[in-house]
């Protein structure tokens, strides 16, 4: 069922002296908008929501409406953590600090729309596939640390085998008591070398046959109840080439996924 497309406002670039965060206003109201749509299909109506548009703060609101609705889990599949918060970011883009900002780490303009504060607990989110910590003394976000966020690392994913990895993900959400989990998807966990389409590319990042296996496990738990797809960028697909591969593969993981 297609349930409509949510206009945005034009993107402001201006930093916000307040939240030191660029577009706070226009990321509010497609939160808001964002969230109604999640509130009013979850869980009741429709098994499984799709989310598909730009960049990473499309969380923001997928996470309010979640709230909502009661408490559910995350399974955050991203190159990155996306943990930084206004004073570690260099950007200032929410694009950057979904992950804190959902959590509750963040101006509350942004951190606690309608008194919701966190829309996500720190112990209900799992990060899977992330490959962005050389160094944990140096890393950027290294306020993730300091969280009960499980994170599940490439690394490791393919130390035990992403199949496994995925498993002990929603085990991990499954043991927390969550009723169910919202999948964060953006498209830069692939390898740049499949997916150069995004802002951040880096190599090595999961092959599309590892995106398929995880997903897979994902959707089939009986514990999901939506997903977003970020992050891809048309303007760097001139010939739709890369979507049709990354569909594709968003296919095939849907098609043998069954609760």
């Given at each position: 069922m297609d349930g409509g497309r949510i206009e945005v406002d034009p993107y402001s670039p201006d930093i916000e002296p307040e939240t030191n965060v660029r577009n706070r206003r226009g990321l509010c109201r497609q939160s808001w908008f964002i969230a109604q749509m999640v509130d009013s299909l979850t869980p009741v109506d429709v098994n499984?929501?799709?989310?598909?548009?730009?960049?990473?703060?499309?969380?923001?609101?997928?996470?309010?409406?979640?709230?909502?609705?009661?408490?559910?889990?995350?399974?955050?599949?991203?190159?990155?953590?996306?943990?930084?918060?206004?004073?570690?970011?260099?950007?200032?883009?929410?694009?950057?600090?979904?992950?804190?900002?959902?959590?509750?780490?963040?101006?509350?303009?942004?951190?606690?729309?309608?008194?919701?504060?966190?829309?996500?607990?720190?112990?209900?989110?799992?990060?899977?596939?992330?490959?962005?910590?050389?160094?944990?003394?140096?890393?950027?976000?290294?306020?993730?640390?300091?969280?009960?966020?499980?994170?599940?690392?490439?690394?490791?994913?393919?130390?035990?085998?992403?199949?496994m990895a995925a498993h002990q993900a929603v085990e991990l959400l499954k043991q927390r008591g969550v009723p169910g989990f919202w999948i964060h998807l953006d498209a830069d966990v692939l390898d740049s070398a499949i997916m150069p389409a995004v802002d951040s590319p880096m190599p090595g990042g999961l092959s599309y046959a590892e995106l398929i296996v995880a997903l897979r496990v994902f959707l089939s738990s009986g514990l999901a109840v939506g997903m977003e797809i970020t992050i891809y960028d048309p303007d760097l697909d001139p010939d739709g080439s890369i979507a049709r591969a990354y569909v594709d593969a968003l296919v095939e993981a849907f098609h043998h996924a069954a609760p």
């Open positions: 499984f929501q799709l989310l598909i548009g730009g960049d990473c703060s499309l969380l923001l609101g997928a996470a309010l409406g979640l709230k909502r609705v009661g408490r559910y889990g995350l399974i955050f599949m991203d190159g990155h953590t996306d943990f930084q918060t206004p004073e570690t970011s260099a950007s200032k883009a929410a694009a950057g600090m979904d992950l804190a900002l959902v959590t509750g780490y963040g101006p509350d303009a942004l951190t606690n729309m309608e008194g919701l504060k966190p829309y996500i607990r720190e112990s209900d989110v799992v990060v899977f596939g992330n490959r962005d910590i050389e160094d944990r003394e140096t890393y950027y976000a290294k306020a993730i640390f300091e969280t009960d966020i499980s994170m599940i690392t490439l690394d490791y994913a393919r130390q035990v085998g992403v199949e």
